[in-house]
Structures are given as structure tokens and as C-alpha cells.
């Protein structure tokens, strides 16, 4: 009985696939600047503003 000890199999890999590729899902929200419906890829949280991408281009974060 032969044991190839050294031939992982695939360990150590979860949470490589389904970030950073594919189609997103886009979330509808209304921009809070121009008031435009945009969908943004993310959930939109009730507590924050969305932006539409002009908006947000135009409001680029500075240094925090
Ligand atoms: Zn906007």
C-alpha cells in the first residue's frame, strides 16, 4: 500500500472563486446627489448615500 502524503488536494482555496469576476449583482438606488436611479454593485445601505457614477466621480473621496 503506496500513501501519497504529499498530494493535497485543493485545501486552502475557499474563498478564491466568485469575488472580482463575473456578472455582479446591481442593487437599483436612487442618487443622492442628482436624484437619478443608478444601480450600484453593491447593497445599498439605507444609512448612506449612493451616488450615481458621475456623482460619484465627482465627489472622489479625498484623504481620509
Ligand atoms: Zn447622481
Redesign the pocket.
Known amino acids: 500500500m503506496e500513501r501519497r502524503g504529499s498530494q493535497n488536494r485543493d485545501r486552502g482555496s475557499s474563498g478564491e472563486r466568485g469575488y472580482g469576476r463575473g456578472p455582479q449583482t446591481m442593487h437599483k438606488a436612487k442618487?443622492s446627489?442628482?436624484g437619478?436611479e443608478?444601480e450600484v454593485p453593491f447593497k445599498p445601505d439605507p444609512d448612506r448615500p449612493v451616488?450615481?457614477r458621475?456623482?460619484y466621480a465627482k465627489r472622489k473621496p479625498k484623504r481620509y
Do not use: A, H, L, R
Request: charged share 35%.
Open positions: 442618487c446627489d442628482c437619478e443608478t451616488y450615481c458621475e456623482c
